[in-house]
């Protein structure tokens, strides 16, 4: 075991399984420790709300055990990386990555009214609002790595 | 109990209560609302609420906010199919939304905001 001595950029990493009932105790995990570590009620607020949209996504579309959530504040940047990562199928991972493409191409407020107005009329379950909710609350960047069915979704705040 | 006879929603972690007012109807959203799929609990309860508000010509909604501490993206779905359903009913029958928010949670502010961009003229925002 190593115990890091440099602890100039903050990191906090989970594991777990693919479970719902794990969301809410993260998402105020992060709530409690990030409004500590970064002093500021509404980043806290707004991050730990994109983990949970993020770990509902991982929960809702994992086809195999284990989802890891990593959270790492680089000081010197100002910025705050979340990480949320998890197994999937081509079929969700493709969708997934065409999401993200439209969410990225467009200004964050229009996107997320015209993802709203879709939503109306969905009629499955899901409601493809997470992440552009996300983009829309925090005006983070989100991009997406994916290694055969891995898939790593990446948020990053700009703390400035 | 309400003047409608509409049940309350009590979840494990949620409360979501419809009230006379004066000037219409209230509903107070309390706790967190964050379950897989929140439609089967809050699309039927919306819909009643609807349907008798439009059977008593009630032109008046308010929809407080200020002690609901998640909503997840799956409950706004839930409270967008609402408001897409007075959005284009004859002018007679629209009735208007006033939407509570606490400006102690992050999310309210942002996210209750855009609800309004979906119905513009009939939803007011309060944030307090």
Redesign the interface.
């Known amino acids: 075991m190593e115990l890091f001595k440099n602890v100039e950029n903050g990191f906090i990493e989970m594991i777990f399984g693919p479970r719902?009932t794990y969301?809410?105790t993260v998402?105020t995990f992060l709530q409690n420790f990030l409004s500590i570590t970064l002093a500021d009620?509404?980043w806290a607020?707004?991050i730990s709300?994109a983990a949970?949209?993020l770990l509902?996504n991982a929960?809702?579309y994992a086809s195999d055990e284990g989802t890891k959530i990593s959270v790492e504040h680089k000081k010197d940047e100002n910025k705050l990386f979340l990480h949320v990562e998890n197994f999937s199928s081509k079929e969700n991972i493709k969708i997934l990555l065409s999401e993200v493409e439209q969410i990225n191409s467009g200004e964050p407020?229009e996107v997320?009214?015209m993802k709203?107005?879709e939503?109306?009329l969905?009629t499955d379950?899901?409601?493809q609002?997470?992440l552009a909710?996300i983009r829309?609350?925090s005006d983070a960047f989100i991009k997406v790595d994916v290694d055969n069915d891995l898939v790593k979704v990446t948020v990053v705040f700009d703390l400035k | 109990m309400n003047s409608f006879g509409i049940d309350n929603v009590i979840t494990e972690?949620a409360t979501v209560e419809l009230s006379d007012i004066s000037n219409g109807m209230k509903v107070t959203f309390s706790g967190?609302i964050?379950v897989?799929?929140p439609?089967p609990i809050f699309v039927p309860f919306f819909e009643q609420i609807h349907n008798k508000v439009l059977e008593n010509n009630i032109k008046y909604v308010e929809l407080d906010f200020s002690k609901l501490t998640?909503l997840?993206?799956?409950g706004?779905?839930t409270l967008?199919?609402w408001i897409?359903k007075v959005t284009p009913l004859p002018v007679e029958k629209k009735y208007r939304f006033k939407i509570v928010a606490n400006s102690e949670?992050?999310?309210q502010e942002?996210?209750l905001k855009?609800?309004s961009?979906?119905a513009p003229g009939l939803i007011e925002i309060q944030i307090k």
């Open positions: 719902w969301i809410a998402r009620n509404k607020d707004v709300m949970s949209e509902e929960v809702k407020q997320y009214l709203m107005q939503a109306a969905r379950g899901g409601s609002l997470g909710r829309y609350e | 972690k967190d964050d897989q799929n439609e998640f997840n993206s799956s706004i779905k967008i199919k897409t949670i992050t999310w942002t996210s855009m609800l961009m979906l």
